[in-house]
């Protein structure tokens, strides 16, 4: 998945969960939908020219670049599980 698609299923996973997130009004709603999308480009994190590992420079490349290192690319930050854990997180 690229950055589109993970951006596309977060928006679509944030409206699909609305009905039953406990939050009140459209601010909550609001941050709720751009919340879970930037849960769902997380595991993004582990390829160093994805956009969520270049965005702050330095503050944001050297969790990439553990990230990477420890769980390698597309491995285990793409597992259904690390998404829920992150989540829950």
């Not at 050297?62 to 998404?83: Q, S």
Request: aromatic fraction near 8%; proline fraction near 7%.
């Amino acid at each position: 998945m690229n950055r589109t698609a993970h951006v596309l299923t977060g928006v679509a996973a944030a409206l699909w969960t609305l009905p039953v997130a406990p939050i009140n009004g459209v601010a909550g709603s609001a941050a709720w939908v751009a919340t879970t999308t930037g849960y769902a480009t997380a595991p993004d994190l582990d390829h160093r020219k994805s956009a969520l590992a270049r965005m702050w420079g330095p503050v944001s490349e050297v969790p990439a670049w553990v990230v990477r290192t420890v769980f390698g690319h597309r491995g285990k930050t793409h597992h259904p599980l690390a998404v829920v854990a992150a989540w829950v997180i």
